[in-house]
Nanobody
Framework: QVQLVESGGGLVQAGGSLRLSCAAS????????MAWFRQAPGKEREREFV??????????YYANSVTGRFTISRDNAKNTLYLQMNSLELEDTAVYYC???????????????WGQGTQVTVSS
């Protein structure tokens, strides 16, 4: 079973940047597609897709709301996933989760393993 631990969240002003990290416990990390999802305040039943990346990297895609501002990447040698977030907006405030699964997808249902989440708060 893959254990995922996110870090890097915090409080940032609108327009600022943060980089999230997700450390995986397994050497099989490189065999999984990875993704970031987020859960906004008042939307506890909905995990919104943010970005996904293939197991070997090189191919990724993003939600329209973050395209051009966020970048997903991975370092398979370090068993770590990243999310670089630039030009942050108030609407980006949420708990961010990383997820691992066998299928490169924007659907939360296709991911088997989840981290505990890290809070990102964007202030005006």
């Amino acid at each position: 079973q893959v254990q995922l631990v996110e870090s890097g969240g915090g409080l940032v002003q609108a327009g600022g940047s943060l980089r999230l990290s997700c450390a995986a416990s397994e050497r099989t990390f490189s065999s999984y597609a990875m993704a970031w999802f987020r859960q906004a305040p008042g939307k506890e039943r909905e995990r919104e897709f943010v970005a996904a990346i293939r197991s070997a990297g090189g191919s990724s895609y993003y939600a329209n709301s973050v395209t051009g501002r966020f970048t997903i990447s991975r370092d398979n040698a370090k068993n770590t996933l990243y999310l670089q977030m630039n030009s942050l907006e108030l609407e980006d405030t949420a708990v961010y989760y990383c997820a691992a699964g066998p299928r490169y997808s924007g659907s939360a249902a296709h991911y088997d393993y989840w981290g505990q989440g890290t809070q990102v708060t964007v202030s005006s």
